[in-house]
């Protein structure tokens, strides 16, 4: 929430005292970030403590785990948190579920377990959308010679970073690194830093802004997964969370009510716009990951390349954010789609499964995430 939007407000009129720390993050709700899976015994629970802890859109973690047969976990995508308005065919959702599977071989790993991992077992999900058919099996089994991968220890380190970035620019190395981090079968990463390009992408990820928050039907599904202040958060650690003191001074102004929230012309979609805008305006770095098809099992590669991604770039103390508007379905994108991929020079049957700022920031607070019973079914 943007602190002259308040300030205006209070100008006018408006008489609220606000307390130091009012609407902070709730502890319990950043719980699953500390010592994930320490308490457990069983390897499978400790892997999954820390897969939780992946990337994904809109924070759903639209993930499930059975662990009903020993030895054995079958993951399947949660069908009652998916985005039908700005996901459409559930392809974003199936790529933070890699990102999901990638972190859970990772632990393992860590743990001297070897993941044996079958993708789709019971067969591809339509183009349409995803179904209860599990997207991937993993079996682990305890073997010595399991090296662990490097980019574990970045874990607790990891954020999305929506914040405007400073003006030093990513080094070839640094980008080098997370390109070499992020193969995966059929995916690769490129990036850009030639302030022209940087300059068209730019304009690109406003425009897409603007579409999807001044849609009625996609900002309508974002606003609905808004957990406004610490209470909220605390009941339903996923979502989007407002916390901090302007999200106390919103709630106190009733300008952050659900209906108001859900307004186009409301001053949330406009912060949404502008802050976003603003941090587009701060961004000398712009990376891509393309694949050379759009099949489910390519998708879920693609989120286990975009979670390498994210670790190396915390390895090397580069910020990272998604913006993924112009690459989304829903018809009204449709234009800027593809002016997107004539951009950075990709034709079907490729296409680009993530477009991500990359620069340098403070790291913010963890993200809210579930605790581990929510996800599992025992
Ligand atoms: C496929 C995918 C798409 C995403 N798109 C966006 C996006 O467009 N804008 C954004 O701010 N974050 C985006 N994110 C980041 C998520 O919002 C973020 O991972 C989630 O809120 C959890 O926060 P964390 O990554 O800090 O743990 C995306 C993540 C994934 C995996």
């Known amino acids: 929430m943007k602190r ?22 709730p502890s ?64 974003q959702v199936l790529i933070g579920c890699g990102a999901f599977l990638e972190l859970l071989c990772q632990a393992a790993a860590q743990q001297g377990q070897r993941a044996e991992v079958t993708l789709l077992p019971e067969g591809e999900y339509a183009a349409g959308g995803v179904d209860a058919r599990p997207f991937a099996t993993v079996r682990l089994s305890a073997d010595a010679s399991v090296q662990p991968d490097p980019l574990f220890a970045a874990v ?27 193969a995966r079968p059929g995916i690769t990463l490129r990036s850009s830093t030639d302030a022209t390009k940087v300059q068209r992408l730019r304009e690109l ?60 012309d409301g001053v949330a979609a406009r912060t949404a716009i502008d802050s976003s805008t603003e941090a587009a305006t701060h961004t000398h770095a712009w990376a891509w990951l393309s694949s050379a098809d759009n099949s489910r099992r390519t998708q879920i590669e693609a989120g286990r390349a975009y979670m390498r991604t994210d670790l190396a770039a915390a390895q090397v103390g580069l910020a990272i954010h998604p913006n993924s508007q112009v690459l989304q379905e829903f018809e009204a994108m449709s234009t800027l789609y593809d002016r997107f991929h004539a951009e950075v020079g990709v034709a079907q049957p490729a296409r680009v499964q993530m477009f991500v700022r990359l620069g340098y920031a403070a790291r913010p607070e963890p993200a809210p995430r579930r605790p581990l019973g929510r996800l599992v079914r025992a």
């Open 4 to 25: 002259r939007s308040f300030m205006l407000v209070l100008a006018a009129g408006g008489a609220v005292i606000a307390l130091p720390g009012c609407d902070a993050m």
């Open 28 to 91: 319990t709700a950043t719980a699953p970030w500390l010592a994930p899976g320490a308490t457990e015994t069983d390897p499978r629970l400790r892997a999954l403590s820390w897969a939780l802890l992946a990337p994904n859109p809109h924070n759903l973690q639209s993930w499930v785990a059975d662990i009903r047969e020993p030895g054995l976990i079958r993951l399947s995508v949660d069908l009652q948190r998916l985005l039908p308005a700005t996901d459409p065919p559930h392809r």
């Open 156 to 182: 607790p380190l990891r954020r999305t970073n929506r914040a405007p970035y400073t003006a030093k620019v990513p080094d070839t190395q640094a980008l080098l690194h997370l390109a070499a981090a992020a």
């Open 205 to 264: 990820a406003i425009a897409g802004y603007r579409v999807e928050f001044g849609n009625a039907a996609t900002w309508t599904e974002s606003a609905n997964f808004m957990r406004v202040g610490a209470a909220a958060v605390a009941a339903e650690p996923s979502g989007v969370a407002v916390t901090g003191t302007m999200a106390w001074f919103g709630r106190q102004l009733g300008m952050l009510s659900p209906e108001a929230l859900r307004r186009t």
